[in-house]
């Protein structure tokens, strides 16, 4: 797993503390982390992030203030719970980290616990013990994917006290990202990461998105971003470095085409780097 390296003062004036996501997340920006840093020493007001994940780029550049969103309500939930009450959370852990199994995994899959230290839980075992840490639900919103061949629900890289220090100050929502977009303001920071859906291509995990983020949406988007620009916030957005991407930031925006390896996919002669762009304004 890539370290998250951050080099500035804490509140303390000590060297802040690595932190690593607790959770895989497909689409993960741990790749990013050059653009953290520069993002750091130019400095934010408020960082916004509307469509969170596992958070790769909040902890990198660890803003004072923060309002983090995502559609996920599991997701969503799980970051409540550590920020509120990790100690708890990291009890269920230890536990499902004992009885893990390929029967335990089902059990616990298939079981809807009523705390939220015990959704929690259940989230970040699932997420850590499912097929590449990926997030799927079926089309009654139950979470389907099988086990995977990871053993280890606990990892040398936990800090969840860390993790919770770090989301103390921050407004956590579970909604439109266009709600949160416009809260952004001049000297305030926006890094937007929405789910990869383009025109005209057709590979399964793209079909999967489309599902949940529409090419509606994505006009939304970038009409979202172009406004909150317009309102003085710096914004930074990832996306598919695709035709139908690039003429829908092709005015107001400046492009820059990356590359980066991927290993969500159900064979291995589908991984591999794939082209996206980092959109500015």
């Known amino acids: 797993m890539e370290e998250i390296v951050t080099s500035s003062m804490d509140s303390d004036g000590g ?3 690595r932190l690593l996501p607790f959770l895989k997340w497909a689409g993960g920006k741990r790749w ?9 020493e130019e400095g934010v007001g408020t960082y916004y992030e509307p469509f969170v994940g596992s958070g790769a780029m909040f902890f990198a550049i660890n803003p004072k203030a923060a309002i983090l969103n995502d559609s996920n309500a599991d997701l969503m939930d799980a970051y409540r719970a550590l920020k509120a009450d990790h100690g708890s959370v990291v009890r269920l852990l230890r536990r499902h980290h004992r ?3 390929t029967e335990y995994y ?16 259940r989230f ?10 990926l997030y799927r639900v079926n089309r ?3 979470f389907n994917v099988p086990k995977g061949t990871k053993t280890k629900v606990l990892l040398d890289t936990d800090n969840f006290a860390l993790v919770s220090s770090r989301l103390s100050g921050v ?29 005209h291509q057709y590979n399964g995990f793209i079909k999967y998105n489309e599902k949940l983020f529409t090419w509606d949406d994505q006009v939304r988007l970038r009409d979202c971003l ?19 991407i690039r003429e829908l930031y092709g005015s107001g925006f400046e492009l820059h085409g990356v590359s980066r390896y991927s290993a969500i996919a159900g064979s291995t002669k589908f991984r591999g780097k794939y082209a996206e762009l980092i959109i500015r304004a």
């Open 15 to 17: 060297e802040e503390r």
């Open 32 to 40: 990013l982390m050059n653009l953290a840093k520069e993002i750091r």
């Open 99 to 101: 009885q893990h199994s």
């Open 106 to 121: 089902y059990a616990v899959r298939a079981s809807a616990p009523r705390s939220s230290h015990g959704r929690a839980a």
């Open 124 to 133: 970040i075992y699932l997420n850590r013990t499912c097929w590449n840490g």
């Open 140 to 142: 009654n919103g139950d």
């Open 171 to 199: 407004t956590l929502c579970n909604g439109d990202f266009e709600c949160v977009i416009a809260r952004a303001g001049a000297g305030d920071f926006v890094f937007a990461d929405p789910p990869y859906t383009v025109r």
């Open 226 to 244: 172009l406004a909150a620009a317009n309102r003085g916030a710096r914004v930074v957005c990832t996306n598919a470095d695709h035709h139908s």
